[in-house]
Nanobody
């Protein structure tokens, strides 16, 4: 079975930084796009940043210039470096990945989420 396990969330003051990590484990043949999404209380889940296997990235306008997504393909891990955090960044952050276990069918997986709280 495949698991995505996030780490690195926590409480930080506005202007501070956090680094999230997400490691995919289990039987994995290949991972294509990996990304981070977030959901604040009472709001819909939204895309924060995504990165392809080749390193192409897309960011939400609200985090451009402050957040950086990266990945280590050898470790099946994606990172999100979050700088200049704002209270409006407070949310549960979820890792997402498109992967295939045996090289045939691709599935989309979600992590369990990690809480990020930014105090003003």
């Amino acid at each position: 079975q495949v698991q995505l396990v996030e780490s690195g969330g926590g409480l930080v003051q506005a202007g501070g930084s956090l680094r999230l990590s997400c490691a995919a484990s289990g039987t994995i043949f290949s991972i294509n796009t990996m990304g981070w999404y977030r959901q604040a209380p009472g709001k819909q889940r939204e895309m924060v940043a995504v990165i392809t296997r080749g390193g192409s990235t897309v960011y939400a306008d609200s985090v451009k210039g402050r957040f950086t997504i990266s990945r280590d393909n050898a470790k099946n891990t994606v990172y999100l470096q979050m700088n200049s955090l704002k209270p409006e960044d407070t949310a549960v952050y979820y890792c997402n990945a498109d992967l295939t276990q045996y090289g045939r069918t691709w599935y989309n997986y979600w992590g369990q989420g990690t809480q990020v709280t930014v105090s003003s």
